[in-house]
């Protein structure tokens, strides 16, 4: 599992560390691996031209830290200083000392420099790039240099993934002893490039909870329902699906596609789309309805296609079992009536995209696509519900104002972005919820196995349908157990 942890906590780390090592050594471990991943990155390091971006922090120590060591190489390093009276006075004078130059134009080592250290603004930085630091920052990116960020692009905010203004996008960002939130949550995600972490000894001296996790293959594994000797369909868990009408019976096929393939060991179809979902899944159990009267079931799923029908909606928000609200449901679901599920210790997972959390908080869809983060933990502190907000980097957030750390799905690919996409991760969250998982495991597990079977279903580069990333689900599951 990868965590990301607050600047807070990772300077509340790193006083310690210092605290316990010679002046300058944590600087140095850190110049080291930026360095080491610049020169792979290189390939051929001596000869090659290489430029430094340095602000006025301990990012720009490290740049020119890691210049002195590819100068040593035989790298041609120049430096450009955005804050010349504030550059750190010990790492300007080794990189000096090393044959290292601070330029006085910018714009003419830019245009043939082969690596470009972002070293202008780290952790602490908010609200964008400086207007000085805006050109020299979009000639690195216009250049045919290897953009590396130092700890963190600069420019954007590193414990929300929030960007304010201008941020300079890397083609890689080296991080030191911790992975950010922003370096893991759009749209600041998009800015990092690939991201390696440089190990520099924090690990003993980092308290506390991460504010994010983003799971792995054996994390997942640890959560999926295996069947037992002594299991029978109904020990297995029995997931109900309302979804679906005479203008959308195809959610409710997708639904169901989803559901059949996330654990369960039944689904119980409720809905007008009955004909619709037998014919293409004859070992579903239908029922016309109401959800009430339908049969047991360990979870609901309710809301995919279902129109201006809010009817399966109250019925099964009134339910005393795990319920999933997608889509239309998210519409026409009772906020109250949901606070009230919480209230009585009833798990709601709610799974919005941006634009209906933005309807759900009363706020444009922009500024949620800005605020990942904070929308997620807002809607799962305002309905007592634990939230799966989708998008190109998946959150997940429990109820439980922070004591877990939000969840962020890594396994995603542009290729989702197809219609009925939603109506499959929703049947396969419903059914690890029916199966036994908790609300924020069975979130979790089933945005990660969807985008991986998105992954399978598109390995070809192709257009891929939502029918087909519900028939790769297995694969994703094998892939995930092996």
């Not at 207007?131 to 045919?144: I, L, M, Q």
């Not at 490039?193 to 520099?200: N, Q, Y």
């Amino acid at each position: 599992m990868r965590t990301a942890y607050s600047v807070e906590t990772v300077r509340h780390a790193e006083a310690q560390l210092m605290a316990r090592l010679p002046e300058g050594a944590l600087m140095q471990r850190a110049a080291a691996g930026l360095a080491a991943a610049g020169a792979a990155l290189l390939g051929r390091v001596y000869g090659a031209r290489v430029v430094l971006l340095v602000g006025s922090g301990d990012n720009g120590g490290d740049a020119l830290y890691a210049g002195s060591r590819l100068a040593r190489r035989g790298a041609g390093v120049e430096a450009v200083l955005l804050a010349p009276d504030r550059a750190h006075p010990a790492a300007l004078a080794d990189f000096l000392r090393a044959g290292g130059r601070v330029t006085d134009d910018p714009f003419e080592v830019l245009a043939v420099a082969d690596l470009v250290l972002d070293g202008i603004t780290g952790i602490g930085g908010h609200g964008g790039l400086r207007p000085d630091a805006v050109p020299v920052a979009r000639a690195a990116r216009g250049s045919n240099a290897v953009v590396v960020a130092v700890d963190l692009p600069s420019g954007v905010e590193a414990d929300s993934g929030e960007v304010h203004g201008e941020a300079l996008r890397a083609d890689a960002t080296v991080t030191f002893g911790a992975h950010k939130p922003g370096l893991l949550i759009d749209p600041a995600r998009e800015y990092a490039g690939t991201v390696r972490l440089v190990d520099i000894g924090l690990d003993d001296h980092l308290p506390g909870l991460p504010e994010l996790e983003a799971l792995q293959h054996v994390d997942v594994a640890r959560m999926l329902p295996v069947p037992a000797a002594e299991s029978d369909k109904y020990r297995r868990g029995v997931v109900g699906v309302a979804a679906g009408s005479a203008r959308y019976p195809g959610a409710a096929v997708l639904a169901v596609a989803g559901a059949l393939r996330g654990g369960a060991g039944a689904v119980r179809y409720v809905g007008p789309a009955a004909d619709a979902v037998i014919a293409r899944f004859p070992e579903c159990l239908v029922h016309a309805g109401p959800p009430a009267r339908a049969g047991r079931v360990q979870a609901w799923v309710v809301g995919p296609g279902l129109g201006d029908d809010s009817e399966p909606v109250r019925d099964v928000v009134a339910s005393d079992v795990p319920v999933l609200v997608d889509a239309d449901g998210l519409r026409l679901m009772d906020a109250v009536a949901v606070r009230e599920r919480a209230a009585r210790g009833v798990p709601t997972l709610l799974t919005p995209h941006a634009g209906e959390a933005a309807a759900l908080l009363g706020v444009e869809r922009a500024e949620v696509e800005g605020a990942r983060l904070a929308a997620v933990r807002e809607l799962g502190a305002r309905f007592g519900a634990t939230v799966l907000l989708k998008g190109s980097t998946t959150l997940v957030a429990a109820p439980d104002g922070g004591r877990s750390p939000v969840r962020v799905n890594p396994m995603g690919t542009p290729w989702l972005a197809t219609a009925g996409s939603g109506d499959v991760l929703s049947g396969l969250a419903g059914s690890l919820l029916a199966a036994g998982l908790d609300a924020r495991d069975a979130g979790s597990a089933a945005a990660y196995l969807h985008g991986l079977a998105a992954r399978h279903a598109a390995a070809q580069g192709a257009p891929i349908t939502a029918y087909e990333v519900a028939s790769a689900l297995p694969f994703a599951w094998h892939d995930v157990r092996e």
